[in-house]
C-alpha cells in the first residue's frame, strides 16, 4: 500500500538520531525514546502530522527503540485539555508492512496489519523490527483526556482512575475491524489534498469516534462500567458537553470550547441546555464549580482562596458574590463551620 502520510515527511536520513529526535518533536514531548542496542545504519524515515488532541506518525527504520510515555506529559492544546486523571498520552501502534516484536511490560505480541498495540500513559513498550520486508507502522498519539471525556459520554460519568487498556488488540475480530477502519480513515483524511477534510472540526469529530471505538473494543480496568451503556434521557451533543465539563471543570473553559468537544455549534449547544437542563450552559458550570468548591471547603483544611484558584477561579470578589447567592451564605462561613 502507498506510504502512508505520504505528503508530511519529517525526517528521511541514514542517522537515527534524525528519527528519535523527529519523533520527540512530533509527538510534542509526549515520549521520551532511547535506542535498544547501538545506534545502527540504514534508511530512517518518518512521516506525521500533529494536531491538537493527537499527533500520528508512520515509522520505517530497522532500529529497535524503547518508548516511554510519561504520565503528565501529554501536550495541552488550549482551554481544558489537561484533563483529570489523564494528563499524559495513549497511542495505538499498528503494522502497515513487515513486522514488529513489542513488548510492553510483561506482555508481549508481534505487531502487524493484524495486531495492534496499545500503550497507556506511564508504560513503556520495547519495539524491535523483524528481519525481512522494510517494516513501516503507525504510531497514532492521543491525548488522554480525550479518553476520558469520551469514557464520560458512554458511562455517564469520568472515570475514578486512569483508564488502563490491555497490550494487544485484535485487528482481524469485528471490534477491532471497527477501529482499524477508523484509524486509515484518518489517515485517508489527512492524506486528502481537500481543504475539508484538513478541518479541525472534521479531524475532532473523527478522533472522537476512534476512541469510543476503542473503549468498546478492547478491554480495559473500566470496562465494567460500561456495559450498561450511556445515560439515558439527553442527546449525545449534551452529553458529550457534560462529560467535557466535567473531566475540563477547574480549567477555564468558555462556551465555544464547550461547543467544540459537544461537535455543535454555540447557538444549538445553548438551546440543548435549555430544553434539557433549563438553564444556559455557562450557568451549570458556575454552578457546578461552586458546587464543588463548596465540597472542597468542607472536606479540607486549605484557605478559601486556594480552593477557588483550584477551581478555576480568577477573581475572588466575584466568586464570594456568586457564591453568597448561590448557598446564602459566605465562603468564610463555610469554612468555619469545618
Same mark, same amino acid.
Given at each position: 500500500?502507498?506510504?502512508?502520510?505520504?505528503?508530511?515527511?519529517?525526517?528521511?536520513?541514514?542517522n537515527?538520531?534524525d528519527l528519535?529526535?523527529?519523533?520527540?518533536?512530533?509527538?510534542?514531548?509526549?515520549?521520551?525514546?532511547?535506542?535498544?542496542g547501538?545506534?545502527?545504519?540504514?534508511?530512517?524515515?518518518?512521516?506525521?502530522?500533529?494536531?491538537?488532541?493527537?499527533?500520528?506518525?508512520?515509522?520505517?527504520?530497522?532500529?529497535?527503540?524503547?518508548?516511554?510515555?510519561?504520565?503528565?506529559?501529554?501536550?495541552?492544546?488550549?482551554?481544558?485539555?489537561?484533563?483529570?486523571?489523564?494528563?499524559?498520552?495513549y497511542?495505538?501502534?499498528?503494522?502497515?508492512?513487515?513486522?514488529?516484536?513489542?513488548?510492553?511490560?510483561?506482555?508481549?505480541?508481534?505487531?502487524?496489519?493484524a495486531?495492534?498495540?496499545?500503550?497507556?500513559?506511564?508504560?513503556?513498550?520495547?519495539?524491535?523490527?523483524?528481519?525481512?520486508?522494510?517494516?513501516?507502522?503507525?504510531?497514532?498519539?492521543?491525548?488522554?483526556?480525550?479518553?476520558?471525556?469520551?469514557?464520560?459520554?458512554?458511562?455517564?460519568?469520568?472515570?475514578?482512575s486512569?483508564?488502563?487498556?490491555?497490550?494487544?488488540?485484535?485487528?482481524?475480530?469485528?471490534?477491532?475491524?471497527?477501529?482499524?477502519?477508523?484509524?486509515r480513515?484518518?489517515i485517508?483524511?489527512?492524506?486528502?489534498?481537500?481543504?475539508?477534510?484538513?478541518? &479541525?472540526?472534521?479531524?475532532?469529530?473523527?478522533?472522537?469516534?476512534?476512541?469510543?471505538?476503542?473503549?468498546?473494543?478492547?478491554?480495559?480496568?473500566?470496562?465494567?462500567?460500561?456495559?450498561?451503556?450511556?445515560?439515558?434521557?439527553?442527546?449525545?451533543?449534551?452529553?458529550?458537553?457534560?462529560?467535557?465539563?466535567?473531566?475540563?471543570?477547574?480549567?477555564?473553559?468558555?462556551?465555544?470550547?464547550? &461547543?467544540?468537544?459537544?461537535?455543535?455549534?454555540?447557538?444549538?449547544?445553548?438551546?440543548?441546555?435549555?430544553?434539557?437542563?433549563?438553564?444556559?450552559?455557562?450557568?451549570?458550570?458556575?454552578?457546578?464549580r461552586?458546587?464543588?468548591?463548596r465540597?472542597?471547603?468542607?472536606?479540607?483544611g486549605?484557605?478559601?482562596?486556594?480552593?477557588?484558584?483550584r477551581?478555576?477561579?480568577?477573581?475572588?470578589?466575584?466568586?464570594?458574590? &456568586?457564591?453568597?447567592?448561590?448557598?446564602?451564605?459566605?465562603?468564610?462561613?463555610?469554612?468555619?463551620r469545618?
Amino acid at each position: 500500500m502507498p506510504t502512508p502520510l505520504r505528503n508530511h515527511l519529517i525526517t528521511s536520513s541514514r542517522n537515527p538520531a534524525d528519527l528519535l529526535n523527529a519523533a520527540t518533536r512530533l509527538f510534542g514531548g509526549a515520549i521520551v525514546t532511547s535506542p535498544l542496542g547501538e545506534l545502527s545504519g540504514g534508511d530512517h524515515e518518518l512521516h506525521g502530522v500533529a494536531a491538537p488532541d493527537f499527533a500520528v506518525g508512520c515509522f520505517a527504520s530497522p532500529l529497535g527503540v524503547r518508548v516511554t510515555s510519561p504520565e503528565g506529559r501529554g501536550r495541552a492544546h488550549g482551554p481544558g485539555r489537561r484533563g483529570g486523571h489523564g494528563s499524559g498520552s495513549y497511542f495505538i501502534n499498528i503494522g502497515v508492512s513487515g513486522a514488529i516484536s513489542a513488548s510492553r511490560g510483561g506482555l508481549q505480541t508481534t505487531l502487524d496489519e493484524a495486531t495492534a498495540g496499545v500503550v497507556n500513559p506511564g508504560d513503556t513498550q520495547e519495539l524491535r523490527p523483524l528481519r525481512g520486508r522494510r517494516t513501516r507502522f503507525l504510531g497514532l498519539r492521543i491525548d488522554a483526556a480525550q479518553v476520558d471525556q469520551e469514557f464520560a459520554v458512554l458511562a455517564g460519568q469520568p472515570p475514578v482512575s486512569t483508564v488502563r487498556f490491555d497490550f494487544a488488540l485484535d485487528l482481524a475480530k469485528p471490534k477491532g475491524r471497527a477501529v482499524r477502519l477508523l484509524v486509515r480513515s484518518l489517515i485517508e483524511q489527512l492524506d486528502s489534498g481537500d481543504p475539508l477534510f484538513q478541518r &479541525a472540526e472534521l479531524q475532532r469529530s473523527q478522533l472522537r469516534c476512534l476512541v469510543t471505538a476503542l473503549l468498546l473494543a478492547q478491554p480495559h480496568s473500566h470496562t465494567g462500567a460500561l456495559h450498561d451503556g450511556p445515560r439515558p434521557g439527553h442527546p449525545r451533543s449534551l452529553r458529550a458537553a457534560l462529560a467535557f465539563i466535567e473531566v475540563n471543570l477547574a480549567e477555564h473553559i468558555g462556551l465555544d470550547d464547550i &461547543a467544540g468537544a459537544a461537535g455543535c455549534s454555540p447557538r444549538t449547544l445553548s438551546s440543548a441546555f435549555r430544553g434539557g437542563l433549563g438553564i444556559p450552559p455557562m450557568s451549570y458550570v458556575r454552578n457546578l464549580r461552586l458546587d464543588r468548591i463548596r465540597e472542597d471547603i468542607l472536606a479540607s483544611g486549605d484557605p478559601v482562596g486556594t480552593v477557588a484558584y483550584r477551581w478555576g477561579v480568577s477573581h475572588l470578589g466575584r466568586f464570594a458574590a &456568586a457564591y453568597r447567592a448561590r448557598f446564602a451564605e459566605l465562603p468564610s462561613e463555610t469554612a468555619a463551620r469545618r
